[in-house]
């Protein structure tokens, strides 16, 4: 067990009687409950955690929240491994396991690292450009860049944690749980709202948790806890900010307890959130200081050193430099300082600073050096030394260098508001010169800023703003301090050291890159950002946006509102794709429907093919039956005795009312008139583009009742439709429709023995020809099941479609089962009906077939007004060019087209070819003992007799155009 | 120690007898023939149910319930209904064979509904006689709260039990136990 | 992700609606009294403004029932809405 160095004897709210082992890059170390894996890091004097993205820096810990962009790590391996943590967000916990991304073998020896000596190879834009060169460019930079670029392992198996989801409500949402948000929360519960306060840290406090005068924040939370309508979610980030107060968190349920955590509990949770309004307490982000190797580990930001030692009880340095542009960083020297850390000097790049805490820090004897900077530093893996300089009042250098040996430098370049979900409700943003920061402007949601994130950068005015926004009385804003003038970037002295000015850390975006695309004609701000690559990346540019465009507007002597921001788009913090999934994985991933038979079905070894949602019997194999001769036998046995197919998925529509024939006449092609009780009608329906859209079978069941089918895929959808007309188009119609899809299981008994099979089962209702004919309908009871009967036919067959109760379907079943039928599945029904030529909708019609190309005219009635009939009476829709269905006949009887060929008129020349058609249905027909095939081709059956080509992967298939109904044509056995 | 109390339970209820009945509550005729085969009156409120002794009707549309009566009454419930409405425009579907309704109960039973449906399911909102059509898991679902036991009943079709009650017992793993 | 208030349930998460379109496109009494272009206009033309729109939608997971929403494009604000067969509330009286 490693001793930590770094760690302050007393103070710190972490538990020192809960000691923690973990590794590190394989090394062993000791941390405490309540330790982030930076802070304990930290306290095992471990700064260089990595290396940078491009030039493969050493880098140091930067911060100690969210923005960070070096310290990122990787945790476990394979499968379960989480590329691309922040080390300062991941909670230590007993035998926690990281490696740094970005780095081989490790940060102490990184072999990429050459290319820090060639980083002046690798300028803004380096990636773009490649990309732009000849495409036999790439090849060769490819591998290069693979191995160099990239952040982190991908997992190499199916994530193995358990995610779930959970929607939630309520009045208000509050989000972040600092000073203004803990006011705003017990604001806004006190008045009795139902309120959601989320943090994404833990325990509730935000700022206050790393402040020196860190209490009250545990009184508030206490007091929040009490009341029951408010509801407090710790290591809960909310990552984005949609339509409507919609929004998204996630909440890291066991991630902190690593193996420890309960096998019941989901690692993370996502939390779709609907609130009536929302109040931001989003708190403010420190930027870094642009100066030379201002990279370098040991150089953090102001605010996360004094979080560090106050928090954490972690000295992150012995002798510490503190540069700064403003008076925040003064409040970090003195704790730091008070905590034994020698300040070397406070470096103020102001000519004067004069907050309070600068007057303190001149009691407390501290070396204030106004009106310089650090320009430059010194060490290689860890700051050794900070060289500082007087600044001219242009901000030019002056004077001497000197060089301060430090082992930290603790910067702060200003706070910029944390705006980005403000931003993300559609908000505006305003800059405020004064404050150096973009703040909160009009969102036209209900949303509202309060505290930090609104430019209030003092606990009072955050506590007094949070408490307005939590009660939803108007703020006033809070004393603004000024910031002084001063430049964004500290000039370097020398070439080199102007190349290392780093703005954004993670992506390696220096000022002279920012420059250099200012030059090269990328002004504006979003296109700067695609070019450099600024702003991107895990961190999403938190800490070096606000310097980079301020670069850019002192570039091109613009101003920084001028120049404006980049959009703030979602996720805020990354999210992974598991937490996005949740439990829709897998089975779950989406709903399976099944009728009442699937039990029998999946016992007697059904293969299922999936229709929409649902699971339909494509074939059931015997033992040692391929799929084609299931498929063949399951045909003959229609053809030459008796088959039974589960029809339940069928579509189901009881349309009910005066009005229901009128109705039918006006969503039918054909007319409805004539259909007495007890007969049915095939019918056709199109979209008011003379699309066909649907067909089936309607039953008059009495005058005013009619039972419609639909197919099996557009259920929902025709209901839909017939619903939309009716109340939409013709809310005088006394129509009412109901959905019986559910209700009804439909068994279709086909096959020559069907009749005396069907006569066999029933006592009350006469199978004879004569007395039920083809497309009749008769009630009654089969195997003593309360049943109708319908006479039709997909297969060409005498045929039967019986229709019961669904409670009663395998009863049913059972019966028929009895007797000498077949079961067949979906697929032998498509071969039967391919024989007839039947049309199969989804097949032959893809929403551009009209009834005309499928040679329907027939069914298009001419005395009446029906959905789509304009459309077909457009000149274009009667061009004896367009696809029409056709049947082919391979010319080698064995083959079988692949459904989708594109078929041509002639055998194929090598140039590109006009295609004429498609093949939308092909199968092996075990009845004609040949393949089939249903065509669309230009023209149709014009070309009859004639031979197509279709050309596949290795060769051309000749085919014969010809009638599609290759079986029976005329009938006969149908209607026998 | 005592076995820990579950903190949902959920179970299939015995098949129940469903009429959809479709009618335009404007037509004082139709209400008042349709009261007379039910004995109770349809709710016009959108999203209440309304029982009594071993009917409920639930507000399905404004021109649309459910009548939950026992299996055995269905067919008879039905027939009266046809044949007091037999003069009015309305639609009358036996539908007892086409759902499946689950019961839940537990102090969990609210978090696993919301797990899967975007209702506001609030008990000060959603109280004791509200009925909603939703989504729980993209299933179409009719959401039931008959009062305090069970809490909730859940109404799926047919077809999507099985996936139901699948993801009903996966979302349910995290409240094995109320320790 | 819309919220939208149903005249009949309330407000309602999008995920239960189905969105038709522009809305007050009426089908013609006589389709055989246009010409194709006049047809064509009627089938596939829309206004698709940037601003308030009227737009048709229907509750399908919930009560079943069409009705009219305004809604502002850009923002998504939901300005009004109204049953089908009620006039767009600017235009009441
Ligand atoms: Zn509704």
């Known amino acids: 067990m490693t001793a930590q160095p770094h760690r302050l004897p007393e103070g710190g709210a972490i538990d020192r009687s809960r000691p923690l082992g973990f590794s590190f890059n394989g090394r062993r170390y000791t941390g405490f409950a309540g330790d982030t894996l930076a802070s304990a890091l930290l306290a095992n004097g471990v700064h260089l955690v990595g290396r940078s993205f491009k030039y493969h820096r050493p880098r140091g810990i930067l911060s100690a929240g969210t923005e960070e962009p070096n310290a990122i790590v990787q945790l476990g391996s394979g499968a379960s491994g989480l590329p691309n943590l922040k080390a300062t967000r991941v909670e230590l916990y007993e035998g926690l396991a990281a490696r740094s991304v970005n780095c081989w073998p490790g940060p102490w020896f990184d072999l990429a690292a050459v290319n820090g000596f060639a980083h002046r190879l690798i300028p803004a834009g380096f990636y773009y450009k490649t990309f732009m060169w000849p495409h036999r460019g790439w090849h060769l930079y490819e591998p290069f860049i693979r191995r160099m670029a990239g952040l982190g392992r991908a997992p190499d198996g199916p994530d193995p944690d358990r995610y779930e989801r959970m929607n939630a409500h309520c009045d208000v949402l509050v989000v972040g749980a600092g000073p203004a948000g803990l006011a705003a929360a017990e604001a806004a519960g006190r008045s009795g709202a139902r309120v959601i306060l989320a943090d994404e840290d833990c325990p509730p406090g935000g700022m206050l948790l790393g402040s020196a005068d860190a209490g009250g924040h545990g009184e508030a939370t206490a007091g929040l806890e009490a009341m029951d309508n408010v509801r407090v979610l710790t290591r809960t980030v909310v990552t984005g900010y949609y339509d409507h107060n919609f929004l998204i968190a996630l909440e890291r349920v066991t991630d902190h307890l690593g193996p420890a955590a309960p096998a019941h509990l989901p690692r993370q949770r996502l939390w779709r959130i609907r609130a009536g309004r929302v109040v931001l307490a989003t708190g403010a982000l420190e930027r870094p200081l642009v100066f030379a190797n201002n990279d370098r580990p040991g150089t953090m930001l102001a605010g996360a050193a004094r979080a560090y030692v106050n928090r954490f009880a972690v000295l992150p340095g012995r002798r510490a430099v503190v540069v700064t542009d403003n008076d925040s960083a003064y409040a970090a020297a003195l704790d730091l300082h008070r905590h034994g850390v020698e300040i070397a000097a406070i470096v103020d790049l102001r000519p004067d600073g004069d907050g309070t805490q600068c007057a303190e820090a001149r009691e407390a004897g501290l070396n204030i050096l106004s009106g310089h900077a650090v320009i430059d530093t010194a060490g290689r893996r860890r700051v050794r030394a900070a060289r500082v300089a007087r600044l001219n009042d242009d901000g030019s250098l002056a004077g001497t260098v000197s060089a301060l040996p430090c082992d930290l430098i603790a910067m702060s370049g200003g706070w910029s508001p944390a705006v980005h979900l403000f931003s993300q409700s559609g908000g505006t943003l305003r800059y405020d010169a004064a404050l150096r920061a973009f703040l909160p402007d009009v969102s036209p949601q209900a949303a509202r800023c309060a505290g930090a994130s609104n430019g209030a950068f003092d606990t009072a005015s955050c506590i007094a703003e949070g408490h307005a926004a939590g009660a939803g009385e108007p703020g006033a804003p809070g004393p603004v301090q000024p910031a002084a003038p001063v430049s964004w970037a500290v000039p370097a002295r020398s070439r080199a050291g102007e190349a290392r000015r780093f703005v954004d850390f993670q992506n390696d975006v220096t000022a002279a890159d920012i420059e250099l695309a200012a030059r090269e004609g990328y002004e504006s701000v979003e296109h700067l950002k695609r070019y450099t690559t600024l702003g991107m990346g895990t961190d999403q540019g938190k800490t070096g946006n606000v310097p980079g465009l301020a670069i850019l507007a002192g570039t091109l002597g613009l101003s920084i509102p001028e120049v404006g921001t980049t959009t703030f788009r979602p996720p805020y913090e990354p999210v992974a794709f598991g937490a996005i999934a949740g439990r829709d994985v897998g089975p779950l991933a989406d709903p399976v429907r099944r009728t009442p038979l699937h039990a029998w079905h999946e016992e007697n070894g059904a293969v299922f093919e999936d229709v929409g949602q649902w699971k339909r019997p494509f074939y059931y194999p015997q033992e040692g039956e391929t799929k084609d001769e299931a498929v063949a036998r399951e045909c003959l046995a229609v053809r030459n005795a008796a088959g039974i197919m589960d029809a339940s998925t069928l579509g189901k529509i009881l349309v009910c009312g005066p009005d229901a024939r009128e109705f039918l006449n006006r969503v039918y092609t054909n007319a409805w008139d004539g259909l007495a009780p007890g007969r049915c009608r095939y019918g056709l329906m199109l979209g008011e583009d003379g699309m066909v859209l649907d067909d089936g079978v309607t039953a008059c069941l009495s005058e005013n009742r009619f039972l419609t089918t639909t197919t099996t895929g557009n259920a929902a959808r025709v209901f839909a439709w017939l619903e939309e007309w009716l109340q939409t188009e013709w809310p005088d119609l006394e129509v009412y429709l109901t959905s019986l899809t559910e209700q009804f299981a439909t068994v279709a008994l086909a096959g020559p023995d069907s009749r005396k099979l069907l006569g066999a089962l029933t006592d009350d209702i006469d199978p004879a020809p004569d007395v039920f004919p083809f497309m009749a309908w008769r009630e009654g009871r089969v195997a003593g099941l309360p049943a109708r009967v319908f006479r039709i036919s997909y297969t060409g067959e005498v045929s039967y479609e019986i229709v019961v109760s669904a409670g009663d379907a395998t009863d049913l079943w059972a019966a028929l089962m009895t007797h000498e039928v077949t079961p067949f599945g979906t697929e032998a029904m498509h071969v039967l009906r391919a024989e007839k030529g039947y049309l199969m909708i989804g097949q032959e019609t893809d929403g551009t077939v009209t009834p005309l190309d499928l040679d329907m005219g027939w069914m298009l009635n001419k005395k009446k007004d029906?959905?789509?009939?304009?459309?077909?009476?457009?000149?274009?829709?009667?061009?004896?060019?367009?696809?029409?269905?056709?049947?082919?006949?391979?010319?080698?009887?064995?083959?079988?087209?692949?459904?989708?060929?594109?078929?041509?008129?002639?055998?194929?020349?090598?140039?590109?070819?006009?295609?004429i058609g498609h093949v939308t249905s092909s199968y092996r027909s075990a009845t004609l003992g040949r393949s089939i095939a249903l065509a669309l081709v230009k023209g149709g059956r014009d070309r009859a007799p004639g031979t197509v080509h279709v050309p596949l992967d290795d060769r051309t298939v000749r085919a014969e155009i010809c009638d599609p109904k290759f079986y029976d044509p005329e009938g006969e056995r149908l209607n026998g | 120690m005592a076995e820990p109390a579950r903190g949902v339970e959920f179970r299939v209820c015995p098949p129940r007898g469903r009429i959809e009945l479709r009618g335009d509550p404007g037509d004082g005729a139709f209400v008042e023939a349709a009261s007379n085969a039910l004995g109770l009156e349809p709710p016009p409120t959108p999203n209440r149910s309304r029982s009594w002794a071993d009917t409920v009707i639930l507000w399905l549309g404004p021109d649309a319930w459910l009548i939950e009566v026992p299996a055995e009454a269905e067919h008879a419930v039905a027939r009266a209904l046809e044949e007091s409405l037999s003069d009015r425009h309305a639609s009358i579907a036996v539908a007892g064979a086409g759902s499946v309704t689950w019961s839940l109960t537990g102090p969990r039973a609210r978090d696993l509904l919301a797990k899967g449906m975007t209702l506001d399911l609030d008990p000060e909102r959603f109280r004791a006689g509200c009925c909603a059509r939703s989504l729980l898991a993209k299933v179409p679902v009719l959401l039931h709260r008959p009062g305090n036991d069970p809490l909730y009943e859940l109404t799926v079709p047919r077809s999507y039990a099985e996936f139901a009650r699948d993801w009903l017992e996966d979302a349910a793993l995290e409240y094995a136990d109320t320790r | 992700?819309?919220?939208?208030?149903?005249?009949?349930?309330?407000?309602?998460?999008?995920?239960?609606?189905?969105?038709?379109?522009?809305?007050?496109?009426?089908?013609?009494?006589?389709?055989?009294?246009?010409?194709?272009?006049?047809?064509?206009?009627?089938?596939?033309?829309?206004?698709?403004?940037?601003?308030?729109?009227?737009?048709?939608?229907?509750?399908?997971?919930?009560?079943?029932?069409?009705?009219?929403?305004?809604?502002?494009?850009?923002?998504?604000?939901?300005?009004?809405?109204?049953?089908?067969?009620?006039?767009?509330?600017?235009?009441a009286p």
């Not at chain 1, 049947?887 to 087209?897: F, I, K, M, Q, S």
């Not at chain 1, 989708?900 to 590109?912: D, H, K, M, R, V």
Request: glycine share 8%.
């Open chain 3, 1 to 91: 992700m819309l919220l939208i208030p149903c005249p009949w349930c309330g407000e309602r998460d999008e995920s239960e609606f189905a969105c038709g379109g522009e809305a007050h496109i009426a089908r013609p009494p006589d389709p055989d009294a246009l010409n194709d272009a006049e047809w064509a206009d009627y089938l596939f033309m829309r206004t698709n403004p940037k601003g308030s729109q009227r737009e048709r939608w229907c509750h399908t997971h919930g009560c079943g029932r069409w009705f009219n929403v305004e809604r502002d494009t850009v923002t998504h604000r939901i300005l009004s809405v109204y049953r089908m067969g009620e006039p767009p509330p600017k235009d």
């Open chain 1, 866 to 915: 029906f959905i789509g009939r304009r459309s077909l009476a457009r000149s274009a829709m009667r061009d004896p060019m367009r696809k029409r269905l056709v049947g082919l006949r391979t010319e080698d009887p064995a083959t079988v087209l692949p459904e989708g060929a594109q078929i041509l008129a002639e055998p194929p020349s090598g140039a590109p070819e006009t295609m």
